[in-house]
Nanobody
Framework: QAKLVESGGGLVQAGGSLRLSCVAF????????MGWFRQAPGKEREFVAA????????FYADSMKGRFTISRDKAKNTLYLQIDNLKVEDTAVYYC???????????????WGQGTQVTVSL
């Protein structure tokens, strides 16, 4: 059984909003940091945002500040990523992760979801 399952992706027009969800099916992840990466076609996977196990101060890639909001609901074992004012360049597969510590480099991460596709059209 998959430990992390993302949902909420889809096709949306530029300027719209989406909220991605990532359900953690392993209760161990309640004590893990969680976050999001994305991978656009032909590009490397890049860090988007992360949040510690206690849900404290979030971390964002500099280029993601302002339009992206990460949050988590520990009671539901669910991580969220709100994306506002979507741009065509946000088109990518978005992956959630879980790790004992906040990670901004993909090589350090223990657990990944399968990804959810976000496609932004003009």
């Amino acid at each position: 059984q998959a430990k992390l399952v993302e949902s909420g992706g889809g096709l949306v027009q530029a300027g719209g909003s989406l909220r991605l969800s990532c359900v953690a099916f392993d209760h161990t992840f309640r004590h893990y940091a969680m976050g999001w990466f994305r991978q656009a076609p032909g590009k490397e996977r890049e860090f988007v945002a992360a949040i510690g196990w206690s849900g404290g101060r979030p971390f964002y890639a500099d280029s993601m500040k302002g339009r992206f909001t990460i949050s988590r609901d520990k009671a539901k074992n669910t991580l969220y990523l709100q994306i506002d004012n979507l741009k065509v360049e946000d088109t990518a597969v978005y992956y959630c992760y879980a790790d004992p510590a906040v990670a901004t480099e993909q090589g350090m991460i223990d657990y990944w979801g399968q990804g959810t596709q976000v496609t932004v059209s003009l």
